[in-house]
């Protein structure tokens, strides 16, 4: 396995004093930093999906019984919303308590705040036991998860990309985004199983509580992982020299907002599409489809699997081609795609699983690229908190209230606002690359 280290003369390494150390303190291996990122990926978008499709199966009937159907969904996809508002303020309070207590405090802290709210969600009674009060709780831990997950950022993403070989950054930055499809694949399946496996009332009685107790066992496993890379001194010391430590929002903000502005916007077709392909549709099976609920479950899980290859080839795409691009001409495809998008949806049971494979080949295409393509452009000083409020703002904007909106509009009016809703996205994308590319023309 290849190696990484801080360029120095004659083999050796400087630490952050600029001393000299022996090369073997310091080499580490990309391999190792991308398990990491893996490893952290997945635990957090396996916490993300379980909540995404339980709040589609499970909480209408659990919390919303007096509720409509379709009402009990949109409070759900609501008070999945409150983790994307809650995650720029966990971002921001997590940098100063890093800059206060060091990075291993801040995931401990993170990572415990994840796990609890998770086990707290799998405890939780329905309405039927506290009313209104096991609502209350539910946003409260969804809020919590929220605050975990912006202080969740640990800088592996970015060491990785900044410490890939020539010619290979495409590749090394796509590696993190696997953790997508893979959470979703392990979400998925496992509610497939509970639901093809259980009666509806056991399923709805103790049933779901399950997916919540394994994310809390995930989140033990990640947060063991993580710590020990971060611990690492070899790791706090390359992390330092690539200056990859936080800086004050304040600060940020007033000296490269812009580029915060431009890369969260840039991301925006990869984040609309996002829960377009995965909640959204479960959501309109469910409420106006005939078609199997695990059936359609397992065409998800085929079509994580695509989404995985599909992220790998952004790699090889931006590689070869350049990541903004690859990101661009990802962009409009989203855009060609939100034109069938209605079609598909209204089209059976042919339609749809068409609609969901397509889309996760797309998502994958341009979700491999959408994180960091723009956030390169950060000074080195900003660039780690940079890269988390980014990815922050994006998610708000981009993703947030994506299953909320579409399902409300689409029942109301008709599937035609899905196209608006990915058409936006992608054309914001656009505007976001152009508006860069601009502005590099103008400082050379």
Not at 180 to 209: K, N, T
Request: aromatic share 14%; with cysteine; glycine share 10%.
């Amino acid at each position: 396995m290849s190696s990484i280290s801080y360029a120095a003369p004659h083999g050796a390494s400087l630490d952050p004093h600029g001393a000299r150390a022996p090369e073997s303190e310091h080499h580490v291996a990309p391999g190792d930093i991308a398990v990491g990122v893996v490893i952290g990926r997945t635990s957090e978008y396996f916490d993300f999906f379980v909540f995404g499709i339980a709040a589609v199966l499970v909480f209408p009937a659990v919390f919303f019984p007096l509720e409509q159907r379709l009402n009990g969904t949109l409070w759900s996809f609501a008070i999945f919303a409150l983790a994307f508002i809650a995650r720029p303020v966990g971002t921001v309070l997590s940098m100063a308590i890093q800059r206060r207590w060091g990075r291993a405090t801040k995931l401990t802290l993170a990572l415990f705040l994840l796990g609890s709210c998770t086990a707290g969600m799998a405890f939780l009674p329905g309405y039927q036991s506290l009313g209104m009060v096991a609502v209350w709780l539910l946003a409260l831990f969804r809020l919590g998860q929220g605050l975990a997950l912006g202080a969740s950022w640990d800088g592996l993403p970015s060491l990785l990309a900044m410490n890939a070989p020539e010619g290979r950054r495409g590749f090394y930055s796509m590696v993190g985004q696997l953790g997508a499809p893979v959470g979703f694949i392990l979400a998925s399946a496992l509610f497939a199983y509970l639901y093809a496996s259980l009666s509806p009332e056991d399923f709805l009685d103790w049933g779901w509580r399950y997916p919540f107790f394994v994310a809390f066992a995930i989140n033990v496993v990640a947060l063991f992982a993580r710590l020990r890379l971060v611990a690492a001194q070899e790791y706090e010391d390359l992390l330092t020299q690539r200056e990859l430590e936080p800086v004050s929002t304040r600060e940020l903000l007033g000296n490269q907002g812009y580029n915060v502005f431009i890369g969260a916007f840039a991301a925006l077709a990869s984040y609309a599409l996002f829960h377009l392909v995965t909640v959204f549709p479960l959501s309109w099976i469910q409420l106006f489809s005939q078609q199997s609920i695990t059936g359609f479950l397992l065409i998800q899980i085929v079509g994580g699997f695509l989404c995985a290859g599909a992220i790998v080839a952004s790699g090889w795409l931006a590689d070869r081609y350049g990541r903004r691009r690859t990101l661009g001409t990802l962009a409009a495809m989203i855009a060609v795609f939100s034109g069938f998008a209605p079609t598909l949806l209204d089209g059976g049971n042919l339609g749809q699983d068409v609609f969901i494979l397509l889309g996760f080949v797309l998502l994958g295409l341009s979700y491999g690229q959408a994180s960091g393509t723009v956030t390169s452009n950060f000074a080195p000083r900003y660039r780690y908190t940079g890269a988390a409020l980014t990815s922050d703002i994006a998610w708000l904007v981009g993703a947030a209230f994506a299953p909320l909106v579409a399902l409300g509009l689409s029942a109301h009016f008709g599937l035609g606002y899905v196209s608006v809703y990915l058409l936006s996205g992608a054309a914001c994308t656009l505007a976001a690359l152009m508006l860069n590319r601009a502005l590099e023309t103008r400082d050379d």
